[in-house]
């Protein structure tokens, strides 16, 4: 008898494992099975050189894409169909999903299984998709949630580390405090959290005043391979003097990447600035900085890119889509490279 369960318990454990490697399998494709054609196919691992993001090949590359809006929010839109929708007919190379931390009883804190679904729907629409993918810490305040913050991306980084698709934003954007006694201790903490399970993936660091102070990073940078600095504006409220400080970051060798930026004012909605939006996007082509735009949202402000009502899964007629989402469309159409 005893032999007997012996035997049983082998057989159970031998069962779990299997169970364990065939449901990781089915939950992230393998890498070998990237489509060769798509934006991650072929760009492949990505990582930081001097100022740039660079591809498999050491050539520096510049992503364009969208946000998602806050996920506790606009959950209706984190949908594989809307990922592939914006691959598809907005052509874009990258997604952002930005996790909702703290804002409200609906966001992560408070129900962390709803809001990290919602968020592996979007990854796993972009695996499929072959796009890039920024799982974003979206929070003011994510030096008061650390623990939280490193159980998360653990998670991320074990469930999907192995693919070259994924990058992490850690902090989306911290209000006025420190870089070198707040913001890099945090950081360095949750990048190590993530590099235990994942050694390569590039990671984004949010800087001090809204992540526009990227110089202040010049004096004091992360210690660590593959690390980019996150730079948000919006184009009717920044102007030059962002600019300014970019070019200084830029100049110091610090790779930034835009993960977040409207056309709008900086509160979201008011004024659309086109000249001003068309500077930007020259600045960000000079430089090889990276994008996302604020954001897929049927929300009634300027930087929504649809109108109320709009589709959950993409297929978005002309009339449902926003000043500011036909302007960052048509950017996207015109400057990447069609992967379809």
Partial sequence: ?????????????????CKKNNSSAMDNDDIENVDSNSAVGTYGQ?????????????????L???SF?????????????????????????????AMGVDEGEESYIYRPEIEKEKVYRVINGAIEAGVY????????????YVEEAKTFFSEVAQKYGNQPNIIYEIYNEPLDVSWDTVLKPYHETVIEEIRKYDANNIIVCGTRLWSQRVDEVISSPIQEDNIAYTLHYYSSTHKQELRA????????????????????EASGDGVIDVSEANIWWDFLDENKISWCNWSIADKEEASAALYPGASGTGDWSNDEITT??????????EKNQDFK
Avoid at 73 to 94: A, H, I, P, R
């Fill in 245 to 264: 400080i970019a070019t200084l970051a830029i100049n110091a060798d610090i790779a930034l990447f835009v993960t977040e930026f409207g056309v709008s």
């Fill in 324 to 333: 500011s989402g036909k302007m960052v469309r048509t950017e996207l159409k």
């Fill in 69 to 97: 809006f806050w996920s506790q929010w606009m959950g209706q839109y984190y949908t594989k169909e809307t990922v592939s929708w914006l691959k598809e007919d907005w052509e874009v190379t990258v997604v952002r999903a």
């Fill in 1 to 17: 008898m005893k032999r007997c369960l012996q035997v049983v318990l082998v057989v159970f454990l031998i069962f779990i494992s």
């Fill in 64 to 66: 364009r894409g969208m």
């Fill in 46 to 62: 990505l990582s930081v050189h001097g100022n740039k993001i660079v591809n498999k090949n050491n050539e520096p590359i510049q």
């Fill in 133 to 144: 993918v920024i799982v974003d810490w979206h929070s003011h305040h994510a030096e008061d």
